[in-house]
């Protein structure tokens, strides 16, 4: 059974940072690519960033480039977003989520529960 | 960048009742579109990618259609666990924006 769950999320002030985990088990993790979505209260989905299988690919929304970091450790099975200089716009639901595709075509399949980053002074 | 649509953004319809909800792209994306369902305080859930194919285990009253720019997502008889938000993804290329989401209930 396919299963991602995140931690790391928590109370922050603006400009601050924090490392968001998401473990990974149930599959070959260094089979497929991973990707961070998020959520902001009662809003919809925002994808976040993407990282390719063995990271040799990495993309980002244009609201993160600069501030967050994706990275993977396929030996770990594990997924991380650093995030940086975080601002209130920044407080959402973080998911860590499954993808399926190649060459720059992403899509997921499977999800976690999430984590709750809440960037407030 | 490419930027998605959909419509309606809610919408009401009866047990029983054909739902249609509509996503368009302002660009040309071929097929590489994926609706999601994500159901009041879940997580969400990959219903159907290439625009058409229906993921296992999806029940068959759900279809997708369209390539290019214009998609739909079809619901053939509602039923009252399909009371969701919907949402479209482009995956032709980063970024893989979603779309607004569309919320259906059950009147």
């Known amino acids: 059974e396919v299963q991602l769950v995140e931690s790391g999320g928590g109370l922050v002030k603006p400009g601050e940072s924090l490392r968001l985990s998401c473990g990974a088990s149930?599959?070959?993790?260094?089979?497929?690519?991973m990707n961070w979505v998020r959520q902001a209260p009662g809003k919809g989905l925002e994808w976040v960033s993407t990282?390719?299988?063995?990271?040799?690919?990495?993309y980002y929304a244009d609201s993160v480039r600069g501030r967050f970091t994706i990275t993977r450790d396929n030996a770990k099975n594990s997924l991380y977003l650093q995030m940086n200089s975080l601002r209130a716009e920044d407080t959402a639901v973080y998911y860590c989520?499954?993808?399926?595709?190649?060459?720059?075509?992403?899509?997921?399949?499977?999800w976690g529960q999430g984590t709750l980053v809440t960037v407030s002074s | 960048d490419i930027q998605m649509t959909q419509s309606p953004s809610s919408l009401s319809a009866s047990v029983g009742d054909r739902v249609t909800i509509t996503c368009r792209a302002s660009?040309?994306?071929?097929?590489?579109l994926a609706w999601y369902q994500q159901k009041p305080g879940k997580v969400p859930n990959l219903l159907i990618y290439?625009?058409?194919t229906l993921r296992s285990g999806v029940p068959s009253r759900f279809s997708g259609s369209g390539s290019g720019t214009d998609f739909t997502l079809s619901i053939s008889s509602l039923q009252p666990e399909d009371v969701a938000t919907y949402y479209c993804?482009?995956?032709?290329?980063?970024?893989?924006?979603f779309g607004p989401g569309t919320t259906v209930d059950i009147k």
């Open positions: 993804q482009k995956y032709n290329s980063a970024p893989f924006t």
């Open positions: 149930g599959f070959t993790f260094s089979d497929y690519s």
């Open positions: 990282v390719s299988s063995r990271s040799s690919y990495i």
């Open positions: 290439a625009a058409s």
């Open positions: 989520a499954r993808g399926i595709g190649n060459s720059g075509t992403y899509y997921a399949d499977y």
């Open positions: 660009q040309g994306i071929s097929n590489y």
